[in-house]
């Protein structure tokens, strides 16, 4: 069966770039989606399709994509950029959700 | 402004049922599908199934596929997630999503609260 699969944990100091990755076959057809989950709270969408942020996500969010690997960045991470992240995209059964990357932000 | 507000904690013993709603607001709730994702405690997200509130139609999980039933409820905007033949690891918070068929590739643009769903003896 298909699956995505992210790095456990990725820590980046106040203010620098960090890239989470999402690796899949079925990113060879679709676009992720990523979304941020705080502890104790729902997930919110911050990236769509090849690059679209919903309203009220800051710039510093930005997704890019090739061949199986789709791409998280935050440009300039700041402290409450501290969460989970999960890549998410269709497969040719449904949807499927990559297991999370835990980043921490120093 | 969208909201889904679902329904409150259930704790169930093994083997039993447990049906969680999803009252949608703020939208043309026809217009959109929902889609149900659950998280087993500390674990990742796992998607169950889909269905169009436009017409019933449903898409489940190949692991849930005969003890999972979705449904909606037009006249009142809300969706139903039915899990049957509960077992200890179907412990988990249930979210229901509102899926974006608008917007590129179709993303999960809005959450409920989630419920949590225990299961013990």
């Known amino acids: 069966s298909s699956e995505l699969t992210q790095d456990p944990a990725v820590s980046v100091a106040l203010g620098q770039t960090v890239r989470i990755t999402c690796q899949g076959d079925?990113?060879?057809?679709?676009?992720a989606s990523w979304y941020q989950q705080k502890p104790g709270q729902a997930p919110v969408l911050v990236i769509y399709g090849k690059n679209n942020r919903p309203s009220g996500i800051p710039d510093r969010f930005s997704g890019s994509s090739s061949g199986n690997t789709a791409s998280l960045t935050i440009t300039g991470a700041q402290a409450e950029d501290e969460a989970d992240y999960y890549c998410?995209?269709?497969?040719?059964?449904?949807?499927?959700f990559g297991g999370g990357t835990k980043l921490t932000v120093l | 402004q969208v909201q889904l507000v679902q329904s409150g904690a259930e704790v169930k013993k093994p083997g039993a049922s447990v049906k969680v709603s999803c009252k949608a607001s703020g939208y043309t709730f026809t217009s959109y599908g929902i889609s149900w994702v659950r998280q087993a405690p500390g674990q990742g997200l796992e998607w169950m199934g889909w269905?169009?509130?436009?017409?019933?139609?449903?898409n489940y999980a190949q692991k849930l596929q005969g003890r999972v039933t979705m449904t909606t409820d037009t006249s009142t905007s809300t969706a139903y997630m039915e899990l049957r033949s509960l077992r200890s690891d179907d412990t988990a918070v249930y979210y229901c999503?509102?899926?974006?068929?608008?917007?590129?590739?179709?993303?999960?643009?809005?959450w409920g609260q989630g419920t949590l769903v225990t299961v013990s003896s």
């Open positions: 079925s990113l060879r057809s679709y676009y």
């Open positions: 999503a509102r899926e974006n068929s608008l917007l590129e590739q179709q993303p999960f643009d809005y």
């Open positions: 269905i169009s509130a436009y017409n019933g139609n449903t």
């Open positions: 998410n995209s269709r497969d040719s059964s449904g949807n499927l």
